[in-house]
C-alpha cells in the first residue's frame, strides 16, 4: 500500500506530476514527498523534483535523500528481468 505522500510516475502528462507535488505541499501540509519511478521513467522523476522544486515551490522545498536500487520480476513472457528504480524525496524547507 502506498503513502497518501508518495507519488508513482508514469505515462501521464508530465505537468500532472508536478501539480500533484505542488498540492501535496500545499492543500495537504506534507513535510516530505516522495517521488518514485522505474524503468524509462526515472529521468521523468528527476525532472518533475527539478522542476517542482525549483520553479513551483522555489524556497519552500529542497530535495533531499535519493534512493536508487533495482527489482526483479517475471516480465509477459516469462523471463527474469530486472528494472532500475528510484525515490527522491522532496523536504520542506
Given at each position: 500500500?502506498?503513502?497518501?505522500?508518495?507519488?508513482?510516475?508514469?505515462?501521464?502528462?508530465?505537468?500532472?506530476?508536478?501539480?500533484?507535488?505542488?498540492?501535496?505541499?500545499?492543500?495537504?501540509?506534507?513535510?516530505?514527498?516522495?517521488?518514485?519511478?522505474?524503468?524509462?521513467f526515472?529521468?521523468?522523476?528527476?525532472?518533475?523534483?527539478?522542476?517542482?522544486?525549483?520553479?513551483?515551490?522555489?524556497?519552500?522545498?529542497d530535495?533531499?535523500?535519493?534512493?536508487?536500487?533495482?527489482?526483479?520480476?517475471?516480465?509477459?513472457?516469462?523471463?527474469?528481468?530486472?528494472?532500475?528504480?528510484?525515490?527522491?524525496?522532496?523536504?520542506?524547507?
Open positions: 500500500m502506498a503513502e497518501d505522500n508518495t507519488i508513482f510516475i508514469g505515462e501521464k502528462p508530465f505537468m500532472n506530476y508536478v501539480t500533484a507535488v505542488v498540492m501535496q505541499f500545499t492543500t495537504k501540509n506534507a513535510s516530505d514527498i516522495f517521488i518514485k519511478a522505474r524503468g524509462k526515472i529521468s521523468r522523476a528527476v525532472d518533475v523534483a527539478e522542476v517542482s522544486s525549483k520553479r513551483f515551490l522555489n524556497g519552500q522545498a530535495v533531499g535523500d535519493i534512493k536508487i536500487d533495482s527489482e526483479e520480476f517475471t516480465n509477459k513472457e516469462g523471463r527474469q528481468v530486472r528494472v532500475s528504480t528510484i525515490e527522491i524525496t522532496l523536504k520542506r524547507k
